[in-house]
């Protein structure tokens, strides 16, 4: 993993500085957190490209770029891999060098949150089903750092914002003990604060996990209080949300139950569609945020309108990945799946909705199309013809 130093580089471009603006805006969305993971890839304030930016930024005044640190991470993951059964990868792990790689799998794989220019989905998904904990047995640093990193940092510079799976690129250095002129990268006791935190992402079963294996190689470990007491609010809330009512039967929606502290989830009979259509509307434990009910409830009076500006977009998106026109009614071709109001506060509101091909045709193809109020912003495809 050690990799030669060479010339400061200059802070690399952004990937994404110069994508349309709404592209941008998809994407973020896509990284909020309850979207596409529980956690997020950014959190509810930031914005993609200032986090990019800054990290680059700062990997270029110490002389290092991101295809390293991923090469880096892949590399140990490899050999790992090469040496010992992917599932047995834990107790005790694979010691590589001054290195001891264990990776832990999960059900499923994690999406990419990226799409290109055009607004198809990246489908980057090596590795995406691990979390690994390398440390570096020599210098006695830890880093945590989930499968997808790996993608994420090679092919779109971004090591995420202020969550919990994010990969401090300057930590990273730390441990994976890049080569370059300036050998100080973080202070110590910052590398101390990250052994301990960058593993409570998966629970207490993990965090137990992860303090032995500190032990077993003589780092340090963290006094537990935060923990603790983020434990203890953990327990509160299940408790509370145990035994208050969690849905509500809606006279337009029928029943809503309140899903991830921010949203009411339900199955909406949608007039227009002729189905059920999922239903995400935003609010807290009180109801509805101000304006959605009103949005929404009118929705179906406007819902022809608004697909006569959408059926140019959607009719180019069937021109282009499946060869063939959008049939003369849409309904045989697509069915409505979501309905999702985005950020209530906004005026005119965004949200966004949900289009999959119906079950007769053989390939897959969704189509996320965002708005504000009534009128498109962009359309983001999702297309898997194996």
């Known amino acids: 993993m050690r990799m030669e130093a060479g010339p400061r580089p200059r802070a690399m471009k952004n990937p994404i500085s110069e994508f349309p603006p709404p592209i941008v805006s998809a994407m973020e969305q896509r990284m909020r957190p309850g979207r596409l993971s529980e956690s997020g890839f950014l959190d509810n304030s930031e914005h993609l490209i200032d986090v990019i930016d800054r990290d680059l930024e700062s990997l270029a005044n ?6 390293q640190i991923a090469d880096s991470l892949e590399a140990a993951v490899a050999q790992a891999f090469r040496v010992k059964s992917p599932f047995d990868l834990w107790n005790p792990g694979v010691r590589i060098g001054p290195w001891e790689l264990r990776g832990e799998s999960w059900r499923g794989t994690q999406d990419c949150p990226f799409v290109n220019a055009d607004g198809v989905v990246c489908h980057g998904e090596s590795y995406s089903q691990w979390d690994f904990s390398l440390i570096n047995i020599r210098k006695r640093t830890f880093l945590a750092f ?99 009512r969690n849905w509500v039967d809606d006279p337009t929606f029928g029943r809503l139950e309140y899903y991830d502290r921010s949203r009411w989830h339900g199955n909406w009979m949608f007039p227009p569609a002729g189905e059920n259509v999922a239903i995400f509307l935003p609010g807290d434990r009180r109801g509805l945020s101000p304006g959605v009910r009103d949005f929404f409830e009118t929705l179906p009076d406007r819902f022809d309108s608004i697909l006569s500006t959408l059926r140019p977009r959607l009719d180019e998106i069937f021109r282009r990945w499946l060869q063939r026109p959008l049939g003369e009614s849409l309904w045989d071709d697509l069915e409505l799946t979501r309905l999702e109001g985005i950020n209530p506060s906004a005026q005119p509101p965004e949200w966004n909705m949900l289009f999959e091909l119906r079950d007769e045709h053989a390939e897959s193809l969704w189509i996320t199309v965002l708005l504000v109020g009534d009128s498109l912003q962009v359309a983001i495809v999702d297309l898997n013809t194996e």
């Open 146 to 244: 989930p499968g997808l990193a790996i993608h994420l940092i090679r092919e779109h510079r971004f090591f995420e914002g202020n969550v919990p799976h994010r990969v401090d690129p300057l930590v990273a250095c730390e441990v994976l003990d890049v080569e370059t002129s300036e050998r100080r990268y973080v202070e110590p006791e910052k590398l101390s604060e990250c052994i301990v935190e960058s593993t409570w992402r998966s629970g207490v079963r993990f965090f137990l996990k992860s303090r032995r294996a500190n032990e077993h190689v003589g780092l340090p470990i963290r006094r537990a209080h935060g923990h603790l007491r983020f434990a203890v609010e953990r327990l509160k809330y299940h408790l509370v949300h145990r035994f208050q």
């Open 62 to 67: 110490v002389g290092i770029t991101p295809t």
